[in-house]
């Protein structure tokens, strides 16, 4: 159920019954041979699914977030962090505003970690919110499952390789990661990481992939109680 498909009636008559939103964070940057929008599409394919088991409605994307370092990656349009805070800080008032109470933030990209932070300054301001984050990547049971396949998570390459994320043929096999000491220039970060990806396989079959959407949404769902 996503705002899009409703109108400010909807949402009016829907509050004297549930208070709860979820909230999608996303960005748009490199990802390889993976979409663009790859940390927008994921976290809403899990805001969806859980939509549609609870009735909890879908607020529109965050579809920037901050990615300054790959900048020099055609295509990756990055927020200021500062931007993106007043940003998110805007919204969780708007939300407020009309009346929600219960949101949960669906995280997709790393580099809007610090909105977490600026949330713990807003929920002081306002009485009654309560929100709860959730970055599916960083999630323990996702990792476990990662581990129990002998798999290593990271950036671009097969935890992020959804059917909806991909948008060209991936390459076979594995790609060693770079070493990588200290922080690094958007530049430096193109010329070391070349194709965007940050190692590890580039696509497993597809039923680990179904375990793993398939598991974050069990977390969705569960934080969705706001026991």
Known sequence: MRFEELNWFDIEKYLEVDDRLIFVLGACEQHGYLSLATDTL????????????????????????????????????????????????????????????????????????????????????????????????????VTHLAELHNLKPS????????????????PEGEKIPPKVDGLLSAGEVKQI????????????????MDQIFKTALEDVLQLLKFE
Request: charged share 15%; glycine share 12%; hydrophobic share 40%.
């Open 193 to 208: 990481y070349g194709d965007g990806s940050f190692g590890g396989a580039y696509q497993v079959d597809s039923a680990i």
């Open 42 to 141: 994921i976290p809403q394919a899990l805001g969806d699914a859980a939509s549609q088991k609870t009735g909890v409605p879908l607020a529109p994307p965050l579809n920037f977030g901050a990615s300054p370092y790959f900048s020099a990656y055609p295509g990756t349009l990055s927020l200021r962090l500062a931007t993106l805070l007043d940003v998110a800080e805007d919204m969780l008032m708007s939300v407020y505003g009309s009346g929600f109470r219960r949101v949960l933030v669906l995280n997709g990209h790393g580099g809007n970690d610090g909105v977490r932070s600026r949330i713990y300054e807003v929920v002081n301001h306002l009485p009654g919110m309560r929100i709860a984050w959730y970055a599916w990547w960083q999630s323990q049971s």
């Open 155 to 170: 950036h671009a390459n097969w935890l992020e390789a959804f059917p909806f994320t991909k948008v060209a043929d991936l």
